[in-house]
């Protein structure tokens, strides 16, 4: 009876360990590369979430982290990674990590998916690793996630209890998400915004609910300009947007007293600047913004 009881134990003992384990039980994160680009560096700097690995970077505490996580069908290399990545240093000596979680985001839809909280977790514990190698802290530290990389920013938010400073969501994705009570939320960080560009229509890739502090509809929220009925091509409008508030100070949005408001273009309130990199920003509420259909919008 004895020999029984110790193995019922030892079961009970690994499940514990496994729920508090969590997302990172499922090892899809484990297979994460993360690519650091400074101004200094033309060529981007691979490391690994050990404590030894980041301490060979050449990361500093006094720059502010920014981390990009790209989302179905993307990778490291990604439009959207050196967009984003070179508008940012362009204008500000920052860290830029690259999250390339490719090894999943390129199988099917539901295949990445099912790795996207996985993904976050360990991108959360990432995270932690810098705060505690003393390179980064984590009232510096903002996540910019696009489509399922939305997502998974919520998770590596909340795998480090909604500390980071700040997450920007560009046009989190919809399907499989819009009744997920683990999709992105105000409490994974400081500041949740999030920049809805494809979120309504026939089989949007986004997803049109609020979901941060501050969640911005540009042009509504769906039909970009020069996108001509393209939902994909609303759909990367989001980080285009992102990329463009970096550089450029005119995009700006005004506040809705409603949702029915800002879906009637009818918003008059006081204007609020989309995107950017400041890791203290103010706002709250529903927004509208109508831009241009070319670059910078």
């Given at each position: 009876?004895?020999?029984?009881?110790?193995?019922?134990?030892?079961?009970?003992?690994?499940?514990?360990?496994?729920?508090?384990?969590?997302?990172?039980?499922?090892?899809?994160?484990?297979?994460?590369?993360?690519?650091?680009?400074?101004?200094?560096?033309?060529?981007?700097?691979?490391?690994?979430?050990?404590?030894?690995?980041?301490?060979?970077?050449?990361?500093?505490?006094?720059?502010?982290?920014?981390?990009?996580?790209?989302?179905?069908?993307?990778?490291?290399?990604?439009?959207?990674?050196?967009?984003?990545?070179?508008?940012?240093?362009?204008?500000?000596?920052?860290?830029?990590?690259?999250?390339?979680?490719?090894?999943?985001?390129?199988?099917?839809?539901?295949?990445?998916?099912?790795?996207?909280?996985?993904?976050?977790?360990?991108?959360?514990?990432?995270?932690?690793?810098?705060?505690?190698?003393?390179?980064?802290?984590?009232?510096?530290?903002?996540?910019?996630?696009?489509?399922?990389?939305?997502?998974?920013?919520?998770?590596?938010?909340?795998?480090?209890?909604?500390?980071?400073?700040?997450?920007?969501?560009?046009?989190?994705?919809?399907?499989?998400?819009?009744?997920?009570?683990?999709?992105?939320?105000?409490?994974?960080?400081?500041?949740?915004?999030?920049?809805?560009?494809?979120?309504?229509?026939?089989?949007?890739?986004?997803?049109?609910?609020?979901?941060?502090?501050?969640?911005?509809?540009?042009?509504?929220?769906?039909?970009?300009?020069?996108?001509?009925?393209?939902?994909?091509?609303?759909h990367q409008r989001a980080w285009?947007?992102?990329?463009?508030?970096?550089?450029?100070?005119?995009?700006?949005?005004?506040?809705?007293?409603?949702?029915?408001?800002?879906?009637?273009?009818?918003?008059?309130?006081?204007?609020?600047?989309?995107?950017?990199?400041?890791?203290?920003?103010?706002?709250?509420?529903?927004?509208?913004?109508?831009?241009?259909?070319?670059?910078?919008?």
């Amino acid at each position: 009876m004895f020999p029984k009881l110790i193995l019922v134990s030892a079961a009970l003992v690994a499940c514990n360990a496994l729920h508090s384990f969590g997302p990172r039980s499922s090892k899809q994160g484990s297979f994460n590369e993360y690519l650091l680009f400074t101004r200094a560096s033309l060529n981007p700097e691979v490391f690994n979430s050990s404590l030894a690995s980041i301490q060979e970077t050449s990361m500093v505490l006094t720059r502010n982290t920014t981390i990009i996580v790209h989302g179905h069908g993307g990778s490291g290399d990604t439009t959207l990674n050196p967009t984003v990545q070179n508008a940012l240093l362009q204008v500000e000596d920052a860290e830029v990590i690259v999250v390339d979680w490719s090894q999943y985001s390129l199988q099917s839809y539901t295949n990445a998916v099912n790795a996207v909280p996985s993904v976050g977790a360990y991108l959360g514990s990432l995270i932690s690793q810098l705060v505690e190698a003393g390179v980064a802290a984590y009232g510096s530290i903002h996540i910019v996630g696009f489509g399922l990389g939305a997502h998974v920013a919520g998770y590596a938010g909340r795998g480090v209890n909604g500390q980071v400073a700040r997450i920007t969501g560009l046009d989190p994705s919809g399907n499989q998400w819009g009744t997920n009570s683990n999709r992105l939320k105000s409490s994974d960080a400081k500041y949740v915004e999030v920049i809805h560009t494809d979120g309504f229509g026939l089989l949007p890739n986004g997803i049109g609910t609020n979901l941060g502090h501050v969640d911005i509809y540009a042009n509504g929220g769906e039909g970009q300009p020069g996108c001509f009925l393209s939902s994909a091509c609303s759909h990367q409008r989001a980080w285009e947007l992102f990329a463009a508030s970096l550089t450029h100070s005119h995009l700006n949005a005004h506040s809705c007293n409603s949702f029915a408001e800002m879906r009637l273009n009818r918003c008059r309130g006081i204007l609020f600047p989309i995107g950017t990199n400041a890791m203290s920003k103010f706002g709250n509420g529903v927004y509208r913004i109508n831009t241009g259909r070319r670059y910078p919008y």
